[in-house]
């Protein structure tokens, strides 16, 4: 009955909660970098501010128009302008703290660990994700996550970002399965579900998101994870 063998996890904002985790590095990033003494005004409107800008230069970087230094430096650079701060040395060293703190977070979203360990006794499970490698593999490793899965594939070993349909491709490779035997189960609109449709691959949409658009048609789509047994 059940036709499905692989199932494909997108990792940030589907498994690790990624917006909880980052509001904790910025608050330990602004204590430890005395940001309230250089005239920031405040955490959260600062992790506001950052978020827009880091959107927009993810989007550059999707695109690789960036690079991921760019990328890493840009994004706490062009924040602290926002504050008449002009400091590329401060920038660069909080882009490394965020590098190395963020990873080491460990919060998911609920029920994460215990649907994972009901499906991981009937399927083989991979990650698809857009992250930096050496971020993801921390990340998991922290949270409790790595045992379940088999294939990891990243953006950077693919050599694409999702929605691009070749890292999907490639990803069907790595893990030995066929597109008719795959389900993608993931967050983003765009680069998961829509990416999964470009090959044909089924989809679970998990709406962690709430503020994003329905414009989304998925096979599937649940508030939370572990709705998901349900249908697999
Ligand atoms: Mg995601």
Redesign the pocket.
Known sequence: MNKYKHLFF?????LWD?DTNNTETFRELYAHFQLEALGVEEVTAFYKKYQKINLALWDAYKKAEITKKDLNFQRFYQSLLLYTIDNAELATLMGAYYVKESPLKTHLYPHTLETLEKLHRKYQMHII?NGFDEVQYIKMENSGLMRFFDKIITSEAAGYKKPDKRIFEYALQQAGATVQESIII???PE??IYGACLVGMDQIWVKHLPLKPELTRATYSVNELKEITAIL
């Open positions: 997108d990792l940030d904002r589907t990624f994700t993931g967050d983003d680069a998961d």
